[in-house]
């Protein structure tokens, strides 16, 4: 095993989040009654951090009011669907007020003291874009936590999305930000059919979104490859103040959503990764937040294993490519070099 700094972890979370009532959605509250279950049958015992409702001014910072007021309003007549995959209940609002706050206290957190934090929160947020919630997400919370760190005086921004889906949202938030680097691994073509290589932000933002699309059945030393050759040399250029990771166990090699080839293991080694970037550029604060992943054994054991390579314990994973990865990764590394001297 290779071992990081040992330090404390901490988890955000309420029971408040199973209240987005979904019932047999793939994104249910089932997700996180299990992984609760099993931090507490593995003994971990991480600090627990209590969230409280996001203020509409943190939200109305990534959303629109008219976008708010919609959500709010399917809520208070009791439910009703956002677009074909998104549900809500009547108390979605609110638990989803809840899930951006729980990001929001672990920015709090990781202000104080110098410790990884992983919000267990839900509804999940990266395909929330300003104006429109879709693929199971109603506010996007890291969007939120971004913006909120920057509110406290943090200026420099990392967002790293391993779900198996592209952040969407997350990426229309901050296209043209160039305070605000979005890094993201997905798979290709998959929902919600953006993140191409192509789109690398827009005017001042041009080169602050690093799309790395991935050809099903990418496994654990597949990603390590991609995030050693590519997300380390652009983090040490652009030296961020905080970190974020929008966590989504869905590349798993057993989720039903997904066609990678990620195990626990390989959560546990790219936990390892943004760490080692949090504690070298940003006084290692480090906030993840959870996103997809839906087969619950695997998810529960993946955030496990997240969790302990927080702790210090960093399962030890080579990286190793193929020649489709190895002209994947080259392509990237092609269009970003005209930004990050880094790559070229």
Same mark, same amino acid.
């Given at each position: ?134 693929? +199971? ?14 509110? @406290?005086?943090?200026?420099?921004? @990392? ?14 938030? +901050? ?7 979005? +890094? ?135 990286? @190793? ?21 880094? @790559?070229?």
């Amino acid at each position: 095993m290779q071992i990081y700094n040992s330090c404390m972890t901490s988890i955000v979370y309420h029971p408040v989040y199973l209240m987005h009532e979904t019932h047999e959605h793939p994104e249910r509250k089932e997700r996180l009654i299990a992984i609760m279950e099993r931090i507490e049958a593995e003994g971990l015992n991480p600090n627990r951090i209590e969230p409280r409702p996001a203020s509409l001014d943190k939200i109305e910072a990534v959303h629109s009011r008219r976008y708010i007021e919609q959500v709010r309003s399917i809520c208070e007549r009791g439910g009703g669907r956002l677009d074909i995959d998104t549900v809500l209940s009547k108390d979605s609002y609110d638990v989803a007020l809840m899930a951006a706050g729980g990001v929001c206290a672990g920015v709090d957190h990781v202000m104080k003291k110098p410790e990884p934090v992983f919000a267990l929160v839900r509804p999940p947020g990266h395909h929330a874009t300003p104006h429109r919630g879709m693929g +199971f997400c109603v506010f996007n919370n890291v969007a939120i936590g971004a913006r909120y760190a920057q509110s @406290l005086g943090l200026k420099k921004v @990392l967002i790293v999305d391993w779900d198996v889906h592209h952040g969407n949202g997350t990426q229309a938030v +901050f296209y043209e930000d160039d305070s605000v680097l979005f +890094f993201s691994t997905h798979q290709h073509p998959h929902y919600p059919g953006t993140g191409r290589v192509t789109e690398v932000g827009d005017g001042k933002g041009k080169g602050f979104t690093v799309n790395v699309p991935l050809s099903p059945g990418v496994d654990d030393s597949g990603y390590m490859a991609v995030y050693r050759e590519i997300l380390l040399p652009v983090a040490d250029e652009f030296r961020p103040d905080i970190v974020f990771i929008s966590a989504g166990f869905d590349p798993h090699q057993m989720d039903p959503l997904g066609g990678m080839r990620l195990t626990k293991y390989g959560f546990g080694a790219l936990a390892g990764l943004v760490k080692d970037i949090a504690e070298r550029h940003a006084g290692g604060r480090l906030v993840a937040s959870l996103e997809g992943g839906y087969r619950l054994e695997t998810l529960s054991e993946s955030v496990v294993s997240v969790l302990r390579a927080f702790q210090g314990d960093v399962p030890d994973v080579m990286p @190793l490519k193929d020649a489709q990865l190895t002209r994947r990764i080259e392509e990237v590394k092609s269009v970003q070099k005209a930004y990050w001297r880094s @790559l070229a």
